[in-house]
């Protein structure tokens, strides 16, 4: 496990804010893809998918295993050419143009380093090959190394550094280049869990300070939600929701959204006029979502588990829209007990309750308690069934239980 790197403040230091130097990084890294599919024999990896990453944006590529981040990550980078549809870089068609060529760097999930060179031959080597005045090397290398806090390191070999800060190598490798956009395709899914959630933050922050277009691919929500400025879900190759994490958490565009990103408590629903939903063998509720359904048209409505409240019948606030449950499990998480109630129709919602006192924790309902679940009306989000139960599966876990069940 590495220590804390110093890296540079998000607005300057040391090795500066702009990125001058070099000719590359010059002018926007917008990225747009127009129509683009991908066919591999009879399987269409990438389906008609259209997108605009604006210059400067943290975009993340979001889906389970096989949906299709990769390829389109590999479509704008070069290494694979689009089946139909276009890629422009800067608004310029790459058509035909090779990964070399492109305004663009990759970092890998692998870090692929030279083992027998230095961190700072490591991170020069591509300079080097393109006959980069030696100075100029020393120079911009010595900027990068510092960016990623490696600075002090930079005579040892790869051998001798941990999985982040190999990473990090690998990082300050691409961003000696001056792309105008930095793919990054999974990089820290080697790591484990602390190390990942440390390096999360501080990709964040050299992506401010550089100011370049990142494209990043994951599977993990969390680091979406973490890192990103806008989160495209991807389902089957095609983008199920494009939007900031906030809106992608709260209001979920499609089931698959929703079970995708957090836990999904879906209750079916039936929208019955313009303004008020009713929820299966529940209350009708008033909510402005009703309105995207026609009358008497199937959807769901979602409650995230940390906005729930549950209670015993008599205790349940009367103001509020509400379900009521057996309670199958509680299970301590530390800082919160996740409970699973069934609800009408063997549906199962989940419930998190922060852990504000142990007394409190005590006397929250244990398992075949009957309970009502209630919710604020504005945190109740109507969606529409995308059709594909995969989301849960594909999910990767969302909790990490401290303790066993009560
Ligand atoms: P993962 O997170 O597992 O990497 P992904 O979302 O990045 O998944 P892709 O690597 O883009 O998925 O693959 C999408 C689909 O296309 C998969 O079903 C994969 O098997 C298929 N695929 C990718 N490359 C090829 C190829 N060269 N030949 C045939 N099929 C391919």
């Excluded at 990709?203 to 400025?229: C, N, P, W």
């Amino acid at each position: 496990m590495e220590g804390s790197p110093d890296l540079p403040p998000v607005n300057g230091g040391p090795s500066g804010a702009v990125r001058t130097g070099g000719s590359a990084s010059s002018g926007t890294g917008s990225v747009r893809l127009e129509g683009v599919t991908k066919t591999f024999g009879d399987f269409t990896a990438v389906s008609d998918m259209d997108l605009e990453i604006a210059d400067g944006e943290f975009f993340t590529m979001l889906g389970p295993s096989g949906c299709g981040k990769t390829t389109t990550l590999r479509m704008i980078a070069g290494f694979e050419q689009p089946t139909a549809g276009k890629v422009l870089l800067d608004g310029v068609d790459v058509a035909g143009q090779p990964a070399y060529k492109r305004p663009t760097n990759t970092v890998f999930q692998s870090y692929a380093l030279f083992p027998h060179m230095t961190l700072e031959d490591n991170v020069g080597f591509g300079l080097k090959r393109k006959k980069v005045p030696k100075d100029e090397i020393k120079r911009r290398v010595a900027e990068e190394l510092e960016r990623v806090g490696l600075s002090r390191e930079a005579k040892r070999k790869p051998a001798q550094l941990s999985g982040g800060q190999q990473q990090r190598v690998a990082l300050a490798r691409a961003l000696v280049n001056l792309p105008k956009v930095l793919l990054l395709d999974e990089p820290l899914g080697a790591l484990d869990l602390k190390l990942r959630k440390g390096l999360q933050v501080q990709l964040k922050k050299i992506q401010r300070d550089v100011g370049i277009t990142f494209v990043y691919v994951t599977h993990d929500q969390e680091e979406a939600l973490t890192m990103s400025d806008r989160i495209a879900v991807m389902n089957n190759g095609k983008i199920e929701q494009c939007d900031d994490p906030e809106t992608v958490y709260e209001r979920p565009a499609t089931t698959f959204v929703a079970g995708f990103i957090g836990v999904s408590n879906l209750m079916p629903a039936v929208a019955t006029s313009g303004s008020e939903v009713r929820i299966a063998d529940g209350p009708t509720i008033s909510t402005p979502g009703a309105a995207r359904f026609s009358p008497n048209e199937r959807c769901f409505a979602v409650v995230r588990p940390e906005k729930l409240t549950v209670s015993t019948d008599e205790a349940a606030p009367s103001d509020q829209p509400s379900v009521d449950g057996v309670v199958e499990s509680s299970l301590y998480l530390g800082t919160s007990t996740q409970m699973t109630v069934r609800v009408a129709g063997d549906v199962r919602m989940t419930v998190l309750v922060p852990n504000a006192s142990e007394a409190a924790r005590q006397s929250l309902p244990g398992g075949g308690a009957r309970v009502r679940l209630s919710w604020l009306p504005e945190h109740m989000h109507l969606v529409a069934d995308s059709g594909d139960d995969r989301a849960e599966e594909a999910a990767p876990e969302q909790t990490n239980p401290t303790e066993g069940a009560r």
